[in-house]
């Protein structure tokens, strides 16, 4: 007697089923079993070459898909899953930075400023959980709209602190209500900060600040920037000026400077080097910035000398502007006695002196250090400085024997490198035509990542009341993260597209140091070990981007978790998250991303490749 289900295929196919019905079974069965092999393997696995550029073609059909295997993984996680979602921090954790938790640093037995540094290795802090942005946070205004004024609410610091700030830049905010409104660029006419510029261009032999880029000045290292008006005015020279200052629980330089869409990032003159390699930056900038540079033996000089690249310039602005008269140059005079003698041992000359203003330029040539007198400070031995992670301040002169050592004014006036500049990184891993080839490639794949954004944007943003139709990403996206930027390849793609964001090129420890490279294009960058906390703070990058990143850090020792609740944590509410990799560590991503409340969706790049795009948007949680 047959059986009830084949009673059923006998009306479908008659009493003896077709071959081509077998068939198809057959190869259904296949298939199922490569799917379930290839799941099955490791979520991470080796990173492979950058592939032939993917064009994302039929995106609404795209679009149809993901949304419907969003759907399935969202049923998917109704029950156990539901629950794994992770709940939000505590109110004092809203302006959290990890690594900065001076008791705990204290007891660990820091002590002589140290406690203030940055210290991951003695935090204990373990809780997992999302910081949530405080009951006034909101979404900023756009670029260039959001460099002028920004909602009070979204920083920490109080009116009072506002009000009495005395020094330069802060005299230029204004407080409004919920906002802090700073000087336009034609007010900065009025204000001092364009004359100040015009100022060390002057000193420096130049007829005016636009004529930085010709003398070779394309990136700044402004140390203590008060709340970044001197960089919003180089950044309006097309110039690359990176914030550094200390962590401050209130009140702090960084969290203002990023607010404004300008580059910044917490970091400091403490004990440790600033994760940049040598012959980094093209001028030095100190207004004010509270550093005793002939401390601990000129050590922190030694640093700055570290960073400069050949012909490049220190300007320091000393606070001499309250004494009178006579008082005056004996201000200066105290100042200069102990760096006269260290700027001579490191072969710095003093340019020009005006007012509280001085300008030293150091030497482009290398002869100049075996000149020096006997018993000066002395070379590092090659090799010292190969990797620059907060490694311990040094007491010796380091980059005199680097094939970089190449005076600023020499340069190429573009930010693209010539040949002959690629070849001083070593041909063992930068040749020009993989150099070349990977700058098309995401030229390509950048244009592919807007075709996406900004249909998503039009469709999915989250409406809020009384606001606007949000306009596409190049206005709603200003500070950008590659968190494995490799050649810095997007950043110079963003460039070509005339996209008004700026990137931080973040290159991961353990892989390959391309850092120099990204530097000398004139990009702003940083070596960082993403098993810690990136020196930020929280909702200050608008737009996360990784290639490989995941696969890289399969070998690891920290948590895919800790990764991605570190990426919430400095991700915008609205913020987007670009991830590309294998397909199993882009479907472990997607779980976690469901865990930490994002949206996700899956994008198969269609090339036959196992590589797969992950487009993430964090929400606006308000509680």
């Known amino acids: 007697m047959r059986s009830s289900w084949f009673n059923k295929l006998s009306v479908i196919f008659g009493p003896r089923p077709p071959l081509s019905w077998l068939l198809l ?26 592939p032939v550029p993917d064009v994302y073609l039929n995106y609404r059909r795209l679009k149809e898909q993901t949304a419907v295997d969003y759907l399935e993984l969202k049923s998917l996680s109704v029950g156990a899953s539901r629950q794994r979602e992770l709940g939000l921090c505590g109110k ?8 900065h938790n001076v008791s705990a640093n204290l007891l660990v037995g820091f002590k002589d400023g140290e406690e ?30 959001g460099r002028d004024v920004i909602w009070s609410g979204n920083v920490k610091i109080t009116k009072d602190q506002f009000l009495s700030s005395g020094s330069m830049t802060k005299r230029l905010m204004l407080l409004e209500e919920n906002q802090i409104a700073f000087h336009s660029e034609d007010g900065l006419i009025f204000d001092g900060v364009k004359d100040y510029s015009r100022q060390i261009a002057e000193m420096i032999g130049l007829g005016s600040d636009s004529e930085f880029l010709q003398a070779g000045v394309h990136t ?140 030293w330029q150091k030497t482009v040539d290398t002869d100049c250090y075996a000149s020096r007198k006997q018993g000066t400070i002395p070379l590092c031995k090659e090799g010292h400085d190969a990797q620059s992670y907060y490694q311990p301040l040094v007491s ?51 244009k592919n990542y807007w075709s996406l954004l900004t249909p998503l944007i039009f469709s999915d943003h989250p ?108 991700l915008r509410p609205e913020g987007w998250a670009v991830l590309s990799d294998k397909v199993g560590a882009i479907e472990m991503a997607r779980q976690l991303a469901t865990q930490i409340r994002w949206e996700a969706r899956v994008i198969d790049l269609q090339n036959g490749s196992d590589q797969r795009l992950l487009v993430c948007q964090k929400p606006f949680i308000k509680k």
């Open 463 to 570: 409406k809020r009341p009384g606001d606007e139709d949000p306009l596409p990403p190049y206005n709603m996206i200003r500070n950008v993260m590659d968190m494995s930027a490799h050649y810095g390849s997007l950043n110079a793609a963003f460039l070509e597209e005339k996209k008004s964001v700026w990137v931080m090129n973040v290159v991961p420890v353990r892989a390959p140091n391309t850092l120099p490279l990204i530097l000398d294009q004139g990009y702003a960058g940083a070596l960082h070990d993403w098993c810690e906390p990136f020196p930020t703070y929280p909702r200050t990058y608008d737009m996360l981007h990784a290639n490989g990143l995941l696969s890289h850090l399969a070998s690891e020792r920290c948590s895919a978790m800790d990764l991605f609740l570190e990426m919430d944590r400095i």
């Open 220 to 359: 700044v290292l402004d140390i203590g920037c008060g709340f970044g008006s001197f960089g919003a005015h180089l950044v309006s020279l097309k110039l690359m000026a990176v914030c550094i200052a200390a962590y401050e629980a209130t009140g702090s330089q960084v969290q203002l400077a990023l607010e404004r869409g300008l580059p910044a990032m917490i970091g400091n003159f403490i004990s440790r080097q600033l994760p940049y390699p040598s012959l980094s930056f093209d001028m030095v900038h100190c207004a004010q910035c509270g550093i005793v540079w002939d401390k601990k033996d000129g050590m922190f000089l030694i640093e700055v000398d570290r960073l400069l690249k050949p012909g490049g310039y220190f300007v320091l602005t000393s606070p001499t502007s309250k004494l009178q008269g006579s008082s005056v140059s004996m201000k200066k005079r105290n100042m200069l006695t102990p760096l006269e003698g260290l700027t001579q041992e490191i072969c710095w000359s003093l340019l020009a002196q005006q007012d509280e203003t001085f300008v």
């Open 92 to 99: 004092e954790r809203e302006n959290y930075v990890p690594c």
């Open 25 to 50: 079974c057959l190869i259904s069965l296949l298939a199922l079993i490569a799917v379930l092999g290839s799941s099955s393997s490791n979520a991470f696995d080796s990173v492979t070459p950058t």
């Open 116 to 145: 203030f540094d940055r210290h991951c290795e003695s935090s204990r802090e373990r809780e997992r959980c999302l910081v949530r942005p405080p009951k006034d946070y909101k979404t900023p205004l756009k670029w260039p709209a």
């Open 396 to 446: 010796c002169v380091s980059g005199t024997s680097s094939k970089r050592w190449n005076p600023i004014q020499n340069r190429s006036s573009g930010s693209q490198l010539s040949s002959a500049e690629l070849e001083v990184h070593g041909k063992s891993w930068v040749l020009p035509e993989d150099f070349f080839d990977d700058l098309h490639f995401w030229r390509s794949a950048l």
